[in-house]
């Protein structure tokens, strides 16, 4: 292993002339030392060179500014990793105040999706503006309820869809299982699909990925969201499990 150099670095030479005490004789006798001129150069030239080290300082973390800028706005790096900030994203923050702001943002939704989106008025509307689900949670029944809490661990929020109307957000599909008998397969409705996206949304937006990898099984996600809904079929299940219970524990 190379030994490290004991020379002085540039800036040490400099201050170096700079702070040295002159003990040339004939400045003594005169009082009048020859070699401030000396000094002046030095103070001038490290002056210089440490303006050059800050701009080349600066120009450099303005380029590392730069390059992550550019990974995060396009998501990913050169080897495939992703990263995202969200919009709402802090460093540190407590799972607890990330749900109560995912909380509160739902709540604002709900608020404001009881207003009409526009006015009333002639060229103000047109067809598919009064079809489109600008805000799918405002625009979600009213019955519907939505909630949200820390899931096991802390390492997930998870958001809940109750009171869905089945008529609003069900598809029923007749098909065949395994033993060649009937069943009734439930799909999301086009409009649970936009609710279910929109509050997954609102929960990243909390979130950040600091360079997760599939490839790698990496994962360095701030936390995960997940969006939970229960089918028909599901909840019927639910709630015989629940009578059975009950019955159990009174019986």
């Not at 490290?4 to 004939?26: F, G, M, N, Y």
């Not at 067809?127 to 949670?137: E, H, S, V």
Request: charged content about 30%; proline content about 4%.
């Amino acid at each position: 292993m190379a030994k490290p150099s004991k020379r002085p670095t540039r800036v040490e030479a400099l201050q170096a002339v700079i702070d040295s005490e002159c003990t040339a004789p004939t400045c003594q006798q005169s009082g009048t030392c020859r070699h401030e001129g000396e000094k002046a150069a030095a103070r001038h030239m490290l002056e210089r060179l440490l303006k050059k080290l800050s701009i080349a300082a600066e120009n450099q973390a303005d380029e590392h500014a730069k390059t992550w800028a550019d990974i995060y706005a396009r998501g990913y790096d050169s080897h495939g990793s992703t990263y995202r900030k969200g919009a709402k994203y802090r460093a540190g923050q407590p799972m607890k105040e990330r749900t109560a702001g995912i909380r509160a943002d739902i709540k604002m939704a709900r608020m404001a999706g009881k207003a009409p989106l526009v006015k009333d008025g002639p060229g103000l509307v047109s067809q598919a503006l009064g079809t489109y689900r600008f805000d799918p949670i405002g625009e979600a029944p009213d019955q519907i309820k939505i909630r949200v809490h820390i899931g096991a661990g802390y390492g997930s929020i998870r958001i809940r869809i109750d009171n869905i109307p089945q008529e609003w957000g069900w598809v029923a599909e007749e098909v065949t299982d395994y033993r060649d008998e009937k069943m009734t397969r439930w799909t999301p409705s086009q409009a649970l699909k936009d609710l279910k996206g929109e509050l997954k949304a609102v929960g990243e937006a909390y979130n950040a990925d600091h360079g997760s990898n599939t490839m790698t099984d990496c994962s360095a996600r701030s936390f995960f969201v997940f969006v939970d809904a229960d089918d028909p079929d599901t909840l019927a299940r639910r709630a015989v499990h629940q009578r059975n219970s009950r019955a159990r524990r009174t019986g």
